[in-house]
T-cell receptor, first 116, second 115 residues
């Protein structure tokens, strides 16, 4: 069964350092999402891509976070500099329906970030 | 403002008991979607069900059933005859018109099923 691949699974870094997460969605899925899940809370959307274009990044802290999906396939989420409050699980998801469609989201296993 | 409220933080049951998870949502849209996702200890969220705002029919899928009531803005989820493998965090989520891909999740309910 096709899966959303994410790496690394775990990342420990010191504050002020840079960190990057990678996501490879299910083949053919046009829409890709990055969610952040703080311990004990539900996931929160950071950024949504339709192919290589950003559809929604209203909740992305743009002073330190950046996301790209250059060829409309895999994606990278970067944090620079990392802060203590960035400790969370970063979840990538993809769906087959883009635009106005509402598709089932397929999530990866996530990248757990700990900032010391 | 919290749009999806899951008031139960944790529910513990013994295997074979039924468990009902509550979800209350808030939206001004007349067209919206509601979801339930399961998050086992491994971390990935697993889609369970999607329901649009115009379909209030209850649904049953195996041991899972969902009760959608627009009058009370609730979308409750029942696991019948629970099993240890049902132990997970369950999230209710809302998607509104104009931002279909943006799921707004509740805080989740931890279900612990003991043998």
């Amino acid at each position: 069964e096709a899966e959303v691949a994410q790496s690394p699974r775990y990342k420990i870094t010191e504050k002020s350092q840079a960190v990057a997460f990678w996501c490879d969605p299910i083949s053919g899925h046009a829409t890709l999402y990055w969610y952040r899940q703080i311990l004990g809370q539900g996931p929160e959307l950071l950024v949504q891509f339709q192919d290589e274009s950003v559809v929604d990044d209203s909740q992305l802290p743009k002073d330190r976070f950046s996301a790209e999906r250059l060829k409309g396939v895999d994606s990278t989420l970067k944090i620079q500099p990392a802060e203590l409050g960035d400790s969370a699980m970063y979840l990538c998801a993809s769906s087959a329906l883009g635009g106005l469609g509402v598709g089932e989201l397929f999530f990866g296993e996530g990248s757990r970030l700990t900032v010391l | 403002a919290q749009k999806v409220t899951q008031a139960q933080t944790e529910i513990s049951v013994v295997e074979k008991e039924d468990v009902t998870l509550d979800c209350v949502y808030e939206t001004r849209d007349t067209t919206y979607y509601l979801f339930w996702y399961k998050q086992p200890p491994s971390g990935e969220l697993v889609f369970l069900i999607r329901r649009n705002s115009f379909d209030e029919q209850n649904e049953i899928s195996g041991r899972y059933s969902w009760n959608f009531q627009k009058s009370t803005s609730s979308f409750n989820f029942t696991i019948t005859a629970s099993q240890v493998v049902d132990s997970a965090v369950y999230f209710c989520a809302l998607s509104e018109a104009g931002s279909w891909g943006k799921l707004q999740f509740g805080a989740g309910t931890q279900v612990v099923v003991t043998p």
